[in-house]
């Protein structure tokens, strides 16, 4: 049976790797161009204006940002959409009458996205680098953040995936909740900045969290306790997980 789970999670992933890797113009060099295009956008216009903001140079502020961005959107949109299409094609059901258990199956699928993620957030650091001299203060601690949060965006596209019926129900939580999120919990600005009640309403947005604690990971300097962050993110993720495989062992919505 084990070595049954094994092939079977084995083969889920290696199908969800070949899916985004058939069409990487549009699933790795598209994120990656327009990675670039808010580096060179940003820094160039913004950065000749702003000198520095919290002691740094505006182009590497907005990189730890970018990065999260980079890994959230991408394990998001490839595990909602991915899990969406297995289900209106009917495939999922080959899968689930399969001896794979739903554990291995919940894995493969979310380690689909996640590797995604990482690949196109790997590439953006490494050209980030070759563009800026880029600063990494604490490396463990950023690898951590950016792994552990792409980890939640590739769960939370799980439960996305699992929850919709159609691709408008996946496109309505990237465009209108995560996306609006990202942005407004700071990549392109400090908190430190706004005015009230904005600086007050930020402290409520998780990204805000997020992305700081990434920001530390590579400058040294967050608006929050980062390592707290950490800790309340890992957990939150725990909990994803955990939703994640009780709604695949009751078959929650996988057959349409």
């Not at 069409?23 to 994120?31: A, D, N, S, V, Y």
């Not at 998001?76 to 689930?96: E, G, H, M, T, V």
């Not at 792994?147 to 691709?167: D, Q």
């Amino acid at each position: 049976m084990a070595f049954r789970n094994y092939m079977g999670f084995w083969t889920v992933l290696r199908r969800e790797l070949s899916r985004f890797w058939s069409i990487k113009r549009q699933t790795l060099f598209g994120p990656l161009l327009e990675t670039y295009l808010y580096i060179s956008v940003f820094g160039a216009a913004l950065g000749s204006r702003i000198q520095d903001l919290e002691g740094y140079s505006y182009t590497a502020f907005i990189i730890p940002g970018l990065l999260l961005m980079a890994i959230a959107m991408n394990a998001f949109s490839n595990n909602s959409s991915s899990l969406l299409q297995q289900k209106l094609q009917r495939a999922i059901d080959d899968q689930l009458s399969s001896p794979v258990s739903n554990t291995a199956l919940m894995v493969a699928f979310t380690l689909g996205g996640f590797i995604r993620g990482a690949i196109i957030a790997t590439v953006s650091f490494m050209t980030a680098a070759l563009l800026i001299d880029l600063p990494v203060v604490h490396p463990l601690l950023l690898i951590s953040s950016l792994a552990i949060c792409g980890l939640f965006f590739a769960s939370l596209g799980v439960l996305v995936g699992l929850r919709s019926e159609t691709f408008d129900n996946v496109s309505f939580y990237q465009t209108f909740i995560i996306q609006p999120l990202i942005f407004l919990g700071g990549i392109f600005y400090s908190v430190s900045l706004l005015s009230e009640p904005f600086k007050t309403l930020t402290q409520f947005n998780p990204m805000h969290y997020m992305i700081n604690t990434v920001r530390y990971g590579m400058l040294g300097d967050a608006d929050v306790n980062p390592y707290l962050s950490l800790v309340i993110i890992s957990v939150v993720t725990a909990l994803i997980i955990g939703v994640n495989l009780r709604l695949f062992q009751k078959g929650y919505r996988l057959r349409q």
